[in-house]
């Protein structure tokens, strides 16, 4: 199927995010706390680096 199918269909690309909406609210609460972003991220169980990519793209919204 080509990118134009599948768009034709109402089908996007991509990965889903790892975090949604509720999960990024869970973790601003202990960043505001001081707490560092390895420990959130290990908490949540996700990289630091999505981590960091998820507070950035929600911060430009």
């Given at each position: ?28 609460a202990p960043r505001e ?10 908490h949540l ?17």
């Open positions: 199927m080509t990118a134009l199918a599948a768009a034709a269909q109402g089908r996007k690309g991509g990965q889903l995010s790892a975090l949604d909406a509720d999960t990024l609210a869970i973790a601003r706390r001081g707490e560092s972003i390895t420990a959130v991220a290990k169980g996700v990289s630091r680096s999505t981590l960091y990519r998820a507070l950035e793209d929600d911060d430009r919204q």
